[in-house]
């Protein structure tokens, strides 16, 4: 059975998947306690993980998503100009 994507999901589902959410501030905090001469500042390992997270959520669009969102940002651009 092929798992359903975050979007497709209804809200008891959604509600269930949210919880990887919630280790995110466990692992910032270990990454800065043990952690020593890292290139990454506190805030850009943050993003990541909550990019982990949404991933484990599957959490993602698809490409005619993004491009129908691209669309309507280059058409609200044309009219600001």
């Known amino acids: 059975m092929k798992e359903k994507r975050y979007q497709e999901c209804n809200t008891l589902e959604k509600i269930w998947r949210r919880r990887h959410y919630l280790k995110i501030p466990f692992k910032w905090i270990h990454w800065r306690l043990f952690t020593r001469n890292s290139d990454l500042n506190g ?3 943050w993003r990541l993980f909550i990019g982990v ?3 484990d959520m599957r959490w993602y669009y698809t490409d005619k998503e993004v491009r129908a969102e691209l ?3 280059r058409k609200k ?3 600001e100009k």
Do not use: N
Request: charged share 40%; net charge positive.
């Open 43 to 45: 805030k850009t390992v």
């Open 77 to 79: 651009r044309k009219k």
């Open 71 to 73: 669309g309507k940002y």
């Open 53 to 55: 997270a949404q991933m």
